[in-house]
């Protein structure tokens, strides 16, 4: 079973620039979670998708940040335009229902400088 | 929302000792979740605990659940360099999907 994928790995911006990360995550996982995590501390929760539909955005800096769920599946997270505060780990997982694991992608590194 | 915290926030043992890390909530939950991160990857699950569990094992791993003091334990027996990561729980509160993260324990384990 492939697991959730996410690109791009790494990311440099400048202050001020857009930035989009994708996330694909495991076929058939009804519920995909958007995290930040900056050095050192716990995910954030950005936004929670059930199938396409948005579950809680409620942490999301909506001034700058959007996200899409195309077709409940592959999901993307933009930023426009980005702050130097922006600079985390950007974390995509899925899980298969209720009451059961989530499984988390590598990861996008976003730098803003 | 952070609803769960670890502790302690960082711990350092000599490889072959025992690491025990603690987390307390605030809510009721239906399960709860530890998690592993190791330095610069995603988080990978490591045992799911239901809120009518009070312990569980898997390999090294042994977790405890105490719904009355709302707080778990996460113990690592003969810990290993390989142990080296940070550790996060996780509760679920059912209702919504919702996973509530920590802040997480940092362990280092020495050779």
């Known amino acids: 079973e492939a697991g959730v994928a996410q690109s791009p790995r790494y990311k440099i911006i400048e202050k001020r620039q857009s930035v989009a990360f994708w996330c694909n995550p495991i076929?058939?996982?009804?519920?995909l979670y958007w995290y930040q995590q900056i050095l050192g501390q716990g995910p954030k929760l950005l936004i929670q998708f059930q199938n396409n539909g948005v579950v809680d955005d409620s942490q999301l800096p909506k001034d700058r940040f959007s996200a899409e769920r195309l077709k409940g599946v592959d999901s993307t997270l933009k930023i426009q335009p980005a702050k130097l505060e922006d600079s985390a780990v950007y974390l995509c997982?899925?899980?298969?229902?209720?009451?059961?694991?989530?499984?988390f992608g590598q990861g996008t590194r976003l730098t803003v400088v | 929302s952070q609803q769960g915290e670890e502790d302690p926030q960082a711990l350092s043992i000599q490889e072959g000792e025992n690491a025990t890390m603690n987390c307390s909530y605030k809510?009721?939950?239906?399960?709860l979740q530890w998690y592993r991160q190791n330095s610069g990857r995603g988080l990978v699950h490591l045992i799911l605990i239901r809120s009518n569990e009070r312990e569980k094992h898997s390999g090294r791993l042994r977790v405890t659940l105490d719904t009355s003091k709302k707080s778990s334990s996460l113990l690592i027996t003969a810990s290993r360099a390989a142990d080296t990561a940070s550790y996060f729980c996780a509760t679920d509160m059912d209702s919504n999907y919702q996973l509530i993260w920590g802040a997480g324990t940092k362990l280092i384990i020495k050779p």
């Open positions: 997982a899925s899980r298969p229902g209720l009451g059961t694991e989530a499984f």
């Open positions: 076929s058939g996982h009804a519920t």
């Open positions: 809510t009721s939950i239906n399960n």
